[in-house]
């Protein structure tokens, strides 16, 4: 049985007053029958650790260390108190230009560190309008998931790049076709998430699914009133 995960992305958010947020969804995630972890802004990481959250990075280098100004290593987010880390955001791939080979670059140097990757895929809106959806979805997989992924050190997050942040979330039928079609490629075990415009609204469908084991959530994971509803509702799925 694939595990369930709710794990919020902070993204470029987050200051030190954000810290109570992260200790109330910490309190919160006690004794749910799910995962939670928060990948804040990694300059909040190392304060966060005693919000009593499982934390995770938000991207690493693919190099331990060395001269690459304004990056940040895998081994430095688990010094820090990383145990997890996001690899291939879409948002990563658009902005910095990270192609497959780079993510999967980046999940090998998470995994020598010790971190769990949630490795992420996702089509545009033009895939998805050509009909390209599970194709584009398979290539990424083919480019960015290194030999040895397996269900402990990886969890795959679908995340349609149509459906961040415009609050226009993927239909569960859309959610369906694609997370079923990743469940025959990937193993009976291997954790899969949604990701894009997820909130209390809309959670309980989306885990509803078979092969839906859970969220990465962006925009609703930044405050506790909106992000423990969801990881309620994944508890209760
Ligand atoms: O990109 C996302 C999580 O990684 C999704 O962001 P939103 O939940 O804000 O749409």
Not at 19 to 28: C, K, R
Request: hydrophobic fraction near 45%.
């Amino acid at each position: 049985m694939p595990r369930k995960i709710a794990a919020g992305n902070w993204k470029m958010n987050g200051l030190s007053d954000a810290m109570p947020e992260a200790i109330a969804i910490g309190a919160a995630s006690e004794g749910l029958d799910c995962a939670t972890v928060i990948c804040p802004p990694a300059t909040l990481l190392a304060r966060m650790g005693d919000a009593g959250v499982t934390l995770g990075g938000q991207y690493c280098h693919p190099a331990g260390s060395g001269a690459h100004t304004g990056d940040v290593s895998a081994p430095m987010l688990a010094d820090a108190g990383a145990t997890w880390c996001i690899t291939g955001h879409s948002e990563r791939r658009a902005d910095h230009r990270e192609t497959d080979a780079d993510v999967r670059a980046q999940t090998e140097a998470a995994w020598d560190a010790g971190l769990t990757a949630i490795l992420c895929i996702g089509e545009t809106l033009e895939e998805r309008e050509a009909g390209a959806t599970l194709d584009r979805l398979m290539a990424q997989l083919d480019g960015s998931v290194p030999e040895g992924a397996n269900a402990e050190n990886t969890v795959i997050a679908y995340e349609p790049v149509w459906a961040i942040g415009t609050g226009k979330t993927a239909t569960p039928d859309q959610v369906a076709e694609v997370h079923n079609a990743l469940r025959e490629r990937l193993g009976p075990d291997m954790a899969l998430l949604y990701g894009g415009s997820v909130k209390a609204a809309n959670a309980a469908e989306l885990f509803a699914l078979a092969n839906v084991n859970g969220a990465l959530v962006g925009g609703a994971s930044l405050k506790a009133d909106d992000f423990v509803p969801i990881m309620r509702a994944l508890s209760e799925s």
